[in-house]
């Protein structure tokens, strides 16, 4: 959001317009759709989320327009996605933003390692990013070494394993380089931190909750406005959880996107952890 306003500011222009003429237009990208408006007129797919254990599709194809500048809204082929890796691969300036700025980050179980500018940084040399929207899902991931990009766009739940399977075939036949296997619990996992881990953390749409009942922790998330009523589809969700190590917890079950990694960063005066990440950052209040 800072970005699109930064854009505005420098180009006196909405965000969509600039991405359009600085990019999708030099490139001869197609099948872009930088609004709702324009998408309609593609073969845009809907996304399709899970409901008592039904797929069904999304009652609304994107989030807030105020999210535009972090993709929320843009929509294109994966052959246009791949056009604008290969404008990465080939000019040599635009190797800079591959160079890590982050080189600690969060365990969310995707083997994500540090961050570039824009870039996830993987392991082997790989590079990529990974976008979510209503029902959506899509996966890049780029070894520049060998010029070789890989895209997966879906619009379903259940897609990580799907394009795990592609990445770790593809990339490893292509290029050698390895993908890190998608996260499952320990066999024997070691008892939660306690005084540590447990408490109340809070995000702009929901109040998280890691408690110990009977020996079993589990995550409990209570909306805190009707957006977060909307997707969490209930008054609360609870799940099992248990530690995969000294910083990070994971789902004891599956869903049908896998099992899901959070991670317990910093410490407060008491030695609490100061946030429970999973890729938005919720801060403890109690």
């Avoid at 965000?15 to 990019?23: G, K, P, Q, Y």
């Avoid at 990339?171 to 320990?186: K, Q, R, Y």
């Amino acid at each position: 959001m800072v970005l699109g306003r930064l854009v505005e500011l420098l180009r006196s222009k909405p965000f969509h317009d600039v991405l359009r003429e600085r990019l999708a237009t030099p490139l001869g990208l197609t099948t872009v759709a930088t609004t709702t408006y324009e998408a309609i007129l593609h073969r845009a797919a809907i996304g399709h989320v899970e409901t008592d254990g039904e797929l069904a599709p999304t009652k609304s194809w994107a989030v807030r327009y105020f999210s535009t500048p972090s993709g929320s809204h843009l929509a294109m082929s994966a052959r246009d996605l791949l056009k604008f890796v290969h404008l990465h691969l080939t000019d040599p300036a635009l190797a800079e933003l591959r160079n890590p700025q982050l080189e600690s980050v969060p365990d969310f179980g995707g083997g994500v390692r540090g961050w570039g500018l824009g870039w996830m940084l993987y392991g082997d040399g790989t590079v990529g990013h990974t976008g979510v929207s209503k029902g959506q899902k899509a996966f890049l991931r780029v070894v520049p070494s060998a010029g070789v990009a890989v895209a997966v766009l879906t619009n379903s739940s259940g897609t990580e394993a799907l394009a795990h399977e592609i990445f770790s075939t593809v990339l490893g036949d292509l290029t050698g380089a390895e993908t890190a296997p998608l996260p499952v619990p320990p066999a024997h996992p070691p008892l939660l931190d306690v005084d540590r881990m447990c408490g109340t953390y809070r995000s702009t749409l929901y109040d998280i909750t890691l408690t110990v009942e009977d020996d079993r922790a589990f995550l409990i998330r209570h909306p805190r406005n009707e957006l977060a009523k909307s997707f969490l589809g209930k008054h609360e969700d609870r799940v099992e959880v248990v530690r995969l190590n000294d910083s990070a917890i994971i789902t004891a079950e599956p869903t049908c996107d896998g099992h899901q990694v959070l991670s317990l960063i910093g410490s407060d005066e008491h030695g609490r952890a100061r946030f429970l990440h999973n890729g938005a950052a919720a801060h403890r209040v109690c």
